[in-house]
């Protein structure tokens, strides 16, 4: 079973009459559900309403309890939003099988396979820079 999931936000019968839409930024998610794989193609920029329907589809391919292979597809990608990421990031560490054949979409996977900074001190910091005094000394000890 094949189905073609796109987000709501985006209206595709209009878009010769949207001036600033962009081919790119058109989102389309293909799932294929089958016995020996479960598989998720992105196509466009993954963010919005389609985070949320990748999620629900990938939670629910995990639920099953048949050994079957769980992959999502990036290479068509042109992007994703923070939640986008976020997403990728989980179903990656989870152990989700990420393919990618395109130079753009092996950097996304670069980024998203990459290991997160921890945000907190860092262990090398700066000296604070001494004071400049802006008033006048005398120049020598007997003046």
Same mark, same amino acid.
């Given at each position: ?90 179903? +990656? ?7 990618? *054949?395109? =130079?753009?979409?092996?950097?996304? $996977?670069?980024? !998203?396979? @990459?290991?997160?900074?921890? +945000? ?7 000296? *604070?820079? =001494?004071?400049?005094?802006?008033? $006048?000394?005398? !120049?020598? @000890?007997?003046?």
């Amino acid at each position: 079973m094949a189905c073609s999931i796109r987000p709501r936000n985006v209206i595709h019968n209009l878009e010769p009459l949207i001036s600033d839409c962009n081919d790119e930024d058109i989102l389309t998610l293909r799932i294929f559900d089958r016995a020996e794989e479960f598989r998720i193609e992105i196509s466009g920029r993954f963010s919005a309403s389609a985070v949320a329907d990748a999620a629900t589809a990938w939670k629910q391919a995990l639920n099953v309890n048949t050994p079957r292979r769980i992959s999502v597809d990036i290479t068509e990608m042109t992007g994703y939003d923070p939640a986008g990421c976020a997403l990728l990031r989980e179903m +990656q560490r989870h152990g989700t099988h990420m393919v990618a *054949a395109t =130079p753009r979409s092996l950097v996304f $996977l670069d980024q !998203i396979s @990459a290991p997160q900074r921890v +945000q907190g001190p860092s262990l090398v910091t700066r000296k *604070a820079k =001494p004071e400049i005094s802006t008033q $006048l000394r005398p !120049i020598a @000890a007997g003046q």
